[in-house]
């Protein structure tokens, strides 16, 4: 804050520093000594020159750029100056004095703040140093035997003398530090860092792995789900469809034959489906289990072809206990056509169902 | 809610203004500005309490602090009311002096406030370590890297130029600018992990071009180093022989 006290015009400098009295003094004195010396260029000045000089804009930049010079000098030299061997720092402060009392104008007064407020803490740094050299503790030295306590091997090499920078050459053991640090925590009345005795498990890492788990077993159960409904639908439907199918051919059977009972139905005539080979093959499947239940009957007639018919409600008992006959009836493409040839099967007698079953 | 009861139940009329102020943040998660309680209205607050839920919250700061200390940054007091105390706050004095009572009468530490202005704490033993006990639980390496800069702080009256520090350090094979085997990034650990611990402070020298640092002791050095012993330690390294 000292640095920035610029004001216009010409104001008197915060603090003295042995020049006599203000800048009028100064310049009596200047003047004075200059007229007794009676060698320099301003003796014999008249006042109005005195006030050209004041304002004259080359001198006050040769009085700023000395002390811009000054203070470079010391930032630049910092550890020189800071050396006890030299009196540096004594030297730059009567530089300083000498210019101040040219120094007019707030500007130069400003980087004569400056230049002080660096000496001070060169001259503060000096002073502490003076205090540390009286305790005579060497951090070099200390360094060297703490490597001796850390059981550094030092191996008797004429080779390695110096290494890297003045460092002692040498195998340091792994526990080096871990050793200094057993020792040394004697001196320190740390608190106990808290730990669960028999160790805790961090709960961090289960939840990501559950998240995947989740999502893959997921899909997975889905699936199976779905699989057995689905195949337990299609079971049902089965059955339902079978057991429809049958219930219905066997109304169909019966229809037919309440209209003409004396007449014979024949058998292909009944089951073959001219539109489909698939529905004939379907149609026979479930008629056999017209037969297997004892519901119907097949029989063959004069002209040795199968007819069907429904057994009488008062003969069914019968019919399931009578002797077991059994006939496998197959049928291939070709001969579906030829029986639809031979027959002259236009139309279905088992007209298909309305909806359609999964397949 | 609770709070907002106490105000409205209150009799005096001296402390309604802070009372009314502690109402509107009773609900408030983050609480920057928590003001202390005065002593008649942390007694107020205790009437309303049973001694057990009293001690139940004492005893979640006590656990709270140790599972901060862990890391052996300070713990802020407003991190001890937003997540501990919360509604109890208005007896935050009364559990404060219970959790100290029990660190020291049950743990045999002491827990101190090291900045009175920001409210911060940390936790220091008030038993001296034994021999053996380095046997038993060996201590971090990084302790051993604190040592030396204390150490060579203190025999240096206290303040040091980094690069005093730096170049001792160097012939210790620690390096500020390489990686190390145990360290790892030392600056980091000193300046940084250290700072933050408050076992070192690292401060700027004025005026300095370029950029310079110094180092001082911390506020928990000053608290838990025993200067007496670091002392005897530097004798004894200092007779460790050299070859030669």
Same mark, same amino acid.
């Given at each position: 804050?000292?640095?920035?006290?610029?004001?216009?015009?010409?104001?008197?400098?915060?603090?003295?520093?042995?020049?006599?009295?203000?800048?009028?003094?100064?310049?009596?004195?200047?003047?004075?000594?200059?007229?007794?010396?009676?060698?320099?260029?301003?003796?014999?000045?008249?006042?109005?020159?005195?006030?050209?000089?004041?304002?004259?804009?080359?001198?006050?930049?040769?009085?700023?750029?000395?002390?811009?010079? @000054?203070?470079?000098? *010391?930032? /630049?030299? #910092? =550890?020189?100056? +800071?050396?006890?061997?030299?009196?540096? %720092?004594?030297?730059? &402060?009567?530089?300083?004095?000498? @210019?101040?009392?040219? *120094?007019? /104008?707030? #500007? =130069?007064?400003? +980087?004569?703040?400056?230049?002080?407020? %660096?000496?001070?803490? &060169?001259?503060?740094?000096?002073?502490?140093?003076?205090?540390?050299?009286?305790?005579?503790?060497?951090?070099?030295?200390?360094?060297?035997?703490? %490597?001796?306590?850390?059981?550094?091997?030092?191996?008797?090499?004429?080779?390695?003398?110096?290494?890297?920078?003045?460092?002692?050459?040498?195998?340091?053991?792994?526990?080096?530090?871990?050793?200094?640090?057993?020792?040394?925590?004697?001196?320190?009345?740390?608190?106990?860092?808290?730990?669960?005795?028999?160790?805790?498990?961090?709960?961090?890492?289960?939840?990501?792995?559950?998240?995947?788990?989740?999502?893959?077993?997921?899909?997975?159960?889905?699936?199976?789900?779905?699989?057995?409904?689905?195949?337990?639908?299609?079971?049902?439907?089965?059955?339902?469809?079978?057991?429809?199918?049958?219930?219905?051919?066997?109304?169909?059977?019966?229809?037919?034959?309440?209209?003409?009972?004396?007449?014979?139905?024949?058998?292909?005539?009944?089951?073959?489906?001219?539109?489909?080979?698939?529905?004939?093959?379907?149609?026979?499947?479930?008629?056999?289990?017209?037969?297997?239940?004892?519901?119907?009957?097949?029989?063959?007639?004069?002209?040795?072809?199968?007819?069907?018919?429904?057994?009488?409600?008062?003969?069914?008992?019968?019919?399931?206990?009578?002797?077991?006959?059994?006939?496998?009836?197959?049928?291939?493409?070709?001969?579906?056509?030829?029986?639809?040839?031979?027959?002259?099967?236009?139309?279905?007698?088992?007209?298909?169902?309305?909806?359609?079953?999964?397949? | 809610?609770?709070?907002?009861?106490?105000?409205?139940?209150?009799?005096?009329?001296?402390?309604?203004?802070?009372?009314?102020?502690?109402?509107?943040?009773?609900?408030?998660?983050?609480?920057?500005?928590?003001?202390?309680?005065?002593?008649?209205?942390?007694?107020?607050?205790?009437?309303?309490?049973?001694?057990?839920?009293?001690?139940?919250?004492?005893?979640?700061?006590?656990?709270?602090?140790?599972?901060?200390?862990?890391?052996?940054?300070?713990?802020?007091?407003?991190?001890?009311?937003?997540?501990?105390?919360?509604?109890?706050?208005?007896?935050?004095?009364?559990?404060?002096?219970?959790?100290?009572?029990?660190?020291?009468?049950?743990?045999?530490?002491?827990?101190?406030?090291?900045?009175?202005?920001?409210?911060?704490?940390?936790?220091?033993?008030?038993?001296?370590?034994?021999?053996?006990?380095?046997?038993?639980?060996?201590?971090?390496?990084?302790?051993?890297?604190?040592?030396?800069?204390?150490?060579?702080?203190?025999?240096?009256?206290?303040?040091?130029?980094?690069?005093?520090?730096?170049?001792?350090?160097?012939?210790?094979?620690?390096?500020?600018?390489?990686?190390?085997?145990?360290?790892?990034?030392?600056?980091?650990?000193?300046?940084?992990?250290?700072?933050?611990?408050?076992?070192?402070?690292?401060?700027?020298?004025?005026?300095?071009?370029?950029?310079?640092?110094?180092?001082?002791?911390?506020?928990?050095?000053?608290?838990?180093?025993?200067?007496?012993?670091?002392?005897?330690?530097?004798?004894?390294?200092?007779?460790?022989?050299?070859?030669?």
């Amino acid at each position: 804050m000292r640095r920035t006290s610029r004001g216009g015009g010409e104001t008197a400098p915060p603090r003295q520093n042995g020049v006599p009295g203000g800048k009028g003094d100064g310049r009596a004195a200047e003047r004075g000594d200059a007229a007794a010396g009676g060698d320099d260029d301003e003796a014999g000045c008249s006042p109005a020159d005195m006030q050209d000089e004041d304002n004259d804009p080359a001198r006050r930049r040769e009085i700023r750029s000395k002390y811009r010079d @000054l203070i470079n000098s *010391v930032q /630049q030299n #910092r =550890e020189d100056m +800071l050396s006890p061997t030299n009196n540096k %720092l004594t030297d730059v &402060l009567e530089e300083a004095n000498k @210019l101040f009392a040219e *120094v007019r /104008q707030a #500007r =130069e007064a400003a +980087l004569d703040a400056q230049l002080l407020v %660096l000496a001070t803490d &060169l001259g503060k740094e000096k002073a502490s140093q003076l205090h540390a050299e009286g305790s005579a503790f060497d951090p070099s030295a200390f360094a060297e035997h703490l %490597l001796s306590f850390m059981g550094l091997n030092r191996l008797e090499d004429e080779d390695e003398e110096e290494e890297g920078g003045g460092a002692s050459g040498g195998y340091l053991p792994q526990d080096a530090w871990q050793r200094v640090a057993n020792r040394a925590q004697r001196c320190f009345r740390t608190a106990p860092s808290f730990h669960y005795m028999m160790g805790s498990f961090l709960a961090e890492l289960p939840p990501p792995r559950q998240r995947v788990e989740r999502q893959r077993k997921v899909p997975g159960r889905e699936a199976k789900r779905i699989m057995p409904t689905q195949l337990r639908r299609m079971e049902e439907s089965h059955q339902e469809a079978t057991e429809k199918e049958v219930e219905r051919i066997l109304g169909y059977l019966q229809d037919y034959f309440n209209e003409d009972p004396t007449s014979p139905i024949s058998y292909y005539e009944f089951v073959i489906d001219p539109t489909s080979f698939s529905r004939s093959v379907e149609n026979i499947f479930h008629t056999s289990f017209l037969v297997r239940d004892g519901v119907a009957r097949m029989y063959l007639d004069h002209d040795k072809l199968p007819c069907i018919a429904p057994v009488e409600e008062g003969e069914v008992e019968a019919g399931g206990t009578s002797s077991r006959q059994q006939c496998v009836i197959s049928i291939s493409p070709k001969s579906w056509k030829e029986i639809i040839e031979v027959f002259s099967i236009s139309e279905p007698l088992i007209h298909p169902p309305s909806t359609q079953h999964t397949e | 809610m609770s709070q907002r009861k106490r105000a409205s139940n209150t009799q005096s009329s001296q402390n309604k203004g802070s009372q009314r102020w502690e109402a509107v943040l009773g609900d408030d998660e983050d609480d920057p500005s928590f003001t202390q309680p005065s002593t008649s209205q942390v007694q107020k607050g205790l009437d309303r309490l049973t001694p057990a839920q009293v001690d139940l919250k004492t005893a979640e700061v006590v656990q709270f602090i140790f599972v901060k200390d862990q890391k052996k940054f300070p713990i802020r007091r407003a991190d001890i009311v937003k997540h501990v105390v919360k509604e109890y706050r208005n007896i935050y004095p009364e559990i404060i002096k219970r959790v100290g009572c029990v660190f020291e009468t049950v743990f045999g530490l002491k827990l101190v406030e090291i900045d009175s202005k920001n409210h911060v704490y940390i936790l220091i033993n008030k038993l001296e370590q034994g021999v053996t006990a380095s046997l038993v639980f060996p201590s971090n390496p990084k302790t051993g890297l604190l040592f030396v800069i204390l150490s060579i702080v203190f025999m240096k009256g206290g303040v040091v130029k980094e690069s005093m520090v730096w170049n001792t350090l160097k012939k210790l094979r620690v390096d500020q600018g390489e990686r190390h085997e145990i360290f790892g990034d030392v600056k980091k650990v000193v300046t940084d992990e250290f700072v933050r611990q408050r076992y070192l402070e690292y401060v700027r020298i004025p005026h300095t071009e370029p950029l310079e640092f110094e180092f001082r002791w911390g506020q928990r050095a000053d608290m838990e180093v025993s200067k007496v012993k670091l002392l005897e330690f530097i004798g004894q390294v200092r007779h460790c022989r050299l070859p030669g």
